[in-house]
């Protein structure tokens, strides 16, 4: 069973365009929901979180929109440049725990 | 230098052959973690560790074992290799509940 469903697999974005990624997760026990980006060849490295508290989070060209009630959240990358190509993974974390579940990753090109 | 370190970075061996990842983080945190990952399927949790006397199974630990020689390293091993296990494994540290997790530079593993 997926807990972290994410769409798209793929995305080709052009310079200077908004990339969106989307998660949706079943598991209300959830409440930390980081963003991690991995470039070719390295680890996975955190990118932005957001806690359910709020409904938006920015960070430079990065933002973060949270749903609660609809259990989706979304990732916004303004101005996408060339260099933000990279695979973008979701993830949800259960309150007191330390447990991630990731989503299936995205994939991102841009273009110029 | 690395944080965290993951030898060997690429490993090709046969089917039914033993093989061992090793782990070694100088980061001094508790928490560690094997994930694989595959295209398509994301990140999942093989098996994790919040102190040196404490493992515990994630979602896919069946054919893997692992072993916490030391706070600093985290083996993980695969008793009788199989093709099915042919992925990009990672390793991964946290400092507590509510820290991110950083990970290391992966290992690509190929059975043949």
């Known amino acids: 069973q997926q807990q972290v469903k994410q769409s798209p697999q793929s995305l080709i974005v052009q310079k200077g365009g908004i990339s969106i990624i989307n998660c949706a997760y079943e598991n209300t026990a959830f409440d930390y929901f980081p963003w991690y980006q991995q470039f070719p060849g390295k680890g996975p490295a955190l990118l932005i979180a957001i806690r359910p508290d709020v409904s938006e989070k920015k960070e430079g060209r990065f933002t973060i929109s949270f749903n609660k009630s609809a259990k989706q959240f979304s990732l916004h990358i303004m101005d996408s440049q060339p260099g933000d190509s990279a695979t973008y993974f979701c993830a949800a974390r259960p309150g007191g725990g330390n447990k991630l579940t990731f989503g299936t990753g995205t994939q991102l090109k841009v273009e110029l | 230098d690395a944080d965290v370190t993951q030898t060997p970075r690429n490993r090709i061996t046969k089917t039914g052959k033993r093989i061992m990842l090793e782990c070694s983080q100088t980061?001094?945190?508790?928490?560690m973690y094997w994930y694989r990952q595959d295209p398509g399927l994301g990140l999942r949790l093989i098996y994790y560790?919040?102190?040196?006397?404490?493992?515990n199974k994630g979602e896919i630990s069946d054919g893997y074992s692992v072993s916490r020689q030391a706070q600093a390293k985290f083996s993980l091993s695969l008793e009788s290799a199989i093709p099915n296990q042919t992925a990009l494994y990672f390793c991964?540290?946290?400092?507590?509940?509510?820290?991110?997790?950083?990970f290391g530079p992966g290992t690509r593993l190929t059975v043949l």
């Open positions: 980061k001094g945190h508790d928490r």
């Open positions: 560790s919040f102190d040196v006397k404490d493992i």
């Open positions: 991964a540290t946290s400092g507590g509940s509510a820290s991110e997790q950083f």
